[in-house]
């Protein structure tokens, strides 16, 4: 597939993800009006950062404790970022400097549509993938501060489905390809689980991803149909 | 100044660690074994955020309603339903419960 229509197919398939953004962003934005941080830090924030669970997380912290840790327990929630990024590096190419801008489109959504399998990851969809979920977070973000839609309105709708709906649903695909790919999974649900009970969200995730330690130690390699075109 | 600072911090930290993987490597590849793992990366991050995202930080944020719709939107997926109809099934079925 040429670059270009990798792209086009990472665009195409991250609306979905992009719609669900957007109104996550909407709630993001009606909550920084209500914390008082003014129009241009969110906004600013979302654009540069474009990463909303530590958005929601400094939010939340700066309001009732110090700085510092404010900052650290939201850099945390990211730091699964730093694993993908690992397993990212092989698919990009180019300078040091050229990767490491390309490894900026990363997202969650993004990183599994742009998985080819085996492990192969496919630059240009990850980037078309990401393009509509930051207009869409920018966006969301700005019409949240102005409009300042109550909470109570997005949870009657149902929208705090939408994220986890999104992430079961991709989940779904990827375990369909590989037998590995349910128990990793499935070791990743868990521990992620139990981790909640004790710690917080952010190391319950990065702890959940050594699921994958267990999958491919029960030699369930994630299938090797990496020629294979769409999926 | 201090939300700026504060913002501007966690953003450069992000930058640095979606980087991390191409400032550590450069262009050396991955050992084989580590690629395996990495093939399964990316379903097990989903796991988890799914987990993640139901639960709520210490598991405060269960809500059986949320947990239907999900649960709903998967069996729509699963039945053979676009991606984002199943979504939008999910948050339909939640948004019903919660009415009553």
């Known amino acids: ?231 | 100044m201090r939300i700026w600072l504060s913002l501007a911090a966690v953003t450069v930290a992000t930058w640095l660690m979606k980087a991390a993987g191409p400032l550590a490597l450069g262009d050396r590849p991955l050992p084989p074994a580590v690629r395996t793992v990495v093939g399964l990366m990316a379903p097990t991050l989903l796991a988890a955020l799914v987990v993640v995202e139901v639960g709520g930080p210490g598991w405060s944020g269960l809500d059986w309603r949320q947990l239907v719709g999900v649960a709903a939107a998967g069996v729509v997926r699963w039945r053979g339903g676009p991606l984002p109809a199943a979504v939008i099934a999910g948050a339909v079925v939640t948004a019903l419960l919660r009415l009553s």
């Open chain 1, 1 to 231: 597939m040429t670059v270009r229509a990798s792209f086009a197919s990472g665009v195409r398939d991250g609306t979905g993800p992009a719609a669900a953004t957007f109104v996550l962003a909407l709630s993001y934005g009606a909550a920084a009006a209500q914390a008082g941080w003014g129009f241009w830090a969110p906004v600013t924030f979302s654009m540069l950062a474009f990463t909303g669970a530590a958005q929601f997380a400094l939010l939340t912290t700066l309001a009732s404790g110090s700085a510092v840790a404010a900052v650290s327990s939201s850099v945390l929630i990211n730091a699964r970022y730093i694993v993908m990024s690992v397993a990212l590096n092989d698919s990009l190419r180019g300078s040091r400097l050229r990767r490491a801008l390309q490894a900026q489109a990363l997202a969650d959504p993004s990183f599994v549509l742009a998985h080819r399998g085996g492990g192969r990851f496919d630059a240009p969809r990850l980037v078309g993938a990401t393009a509509p979920q930051w207009l869409c977070w920018v966006t969301g973000t700005a019409v949240g501060l102005l409009a300042q839609p109550s909470p109570g309105l997005l949870e009657a709708l149902g929208a705090d489905v939408v994220f986890p709906a999104f992430f079961l649903l991709l989940a779904m695909d990827e375990v369909r390809r590989s037998p590995g790919a349910l128990l990793a999974a499935a070791c990743g649900a868990v521990i992620a689980g139990a981790l909640l009970l004790v710690t917080e969200p952010g190391y319950a995730l990065l702890a959940g991803t050594a699921g994958a330690l267990v999958g491919a130690a029960h030699g369930g390699s994630a299938h090797a149909d990496d020629s294979e075109g769409d999926r």
